[in-house]
């Protein structure tokens, strides 16, 4: 199969799939199996990060896989005990050596963690490795308004790409507005609200069957109408494929609303508040 994946195209230029494969969880040999299934049914854009310790896995299923290297944009992410401009130049060079690749599409830090208080330090080590050519495009992940303009302030670059919490439970209306106002394009993390009984809504199932199509593939549409890149992970084959099949039908404004309808101000999956949440 082909890679039929719509692209978008990040306000540095590089274009990448409107859907790509989350990895948190695929590690070892099943992991490598998992992730090559997914490169046979169609994705190109991988995500995994340092603290999943599966880069190397990423990059066996990338050997293992007969499409050209070029033709896959692999993302990792700098964890938020490494936010030191030393600490984080050395960890991207260990996430390259990892995945035993010459460079990342997209290298993102993983929290702001603002408590510590060492994203900006961060934020250098990233546009510093661009040019050193390690990786092609850079971004964050779970930042706030706030934390983005301070990058925007102390910098002058904004990130390509904010990976955010967004599933139907939290649509973060609001940080999507901020994301469109300043070209930053919306990654969305646990797409599927993590397989939780949002996956056996009552509303979900009646639009699912006016379309003839799963709930996860409504869910994904709608990530796709809102302008999102949804990174669903799915170690089983016939579900990664089910969860690219969603470009040959299209929700109605109203359907959209509906689903919009069923975001809460507390419809985190667990308590992470990226004000005051950190990881490292
Ligand atoms: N930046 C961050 O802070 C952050 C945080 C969390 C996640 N992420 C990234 O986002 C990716 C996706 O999020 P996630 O893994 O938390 O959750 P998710 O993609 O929303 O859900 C994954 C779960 O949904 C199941 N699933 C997938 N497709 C399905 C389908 N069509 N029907 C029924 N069940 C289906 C999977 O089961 P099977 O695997 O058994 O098929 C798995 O249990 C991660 O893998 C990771 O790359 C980033």
Redo the contacts with the bound molecule.
Sequence with gaps: MTNQIPEITLHDGLQIPSVG??????KGESGAQ?INHAITNGYRLL???YN?ENEATVGEAIRRSSVPREELLVTS?LPGRYHHYDDAIVTIQESLLRANLDYYDLY?I??PNPIQDNYVEAWQALIDAKKFGYIRSIGV??FLPEHLERLQKETGILPTVN???L?PLFNQEEQLKFHEEHHIAT?????????SDL?QDETLQKIADQHNR????IILRWHYQLGTI???????PS??K??ISIFDFELSKEEMTIINSLSKQDGR?KD?DPAVYE?F
Excluded: M, V
């Design positions: 494969f989350g990895t948190y969880k695929l998992a995500d995994s990060a999943y992410k993102l993983h929290w992940c779970n990976q955010i919490e599933h990654e969305s993390w646990s797409p599927l609200s993590r397989a996956l799963t709930i996860s593939q949804a990174i669903p992970k799915s170690a089983t579900r990664q089910e969860n999956l992470q990881e």
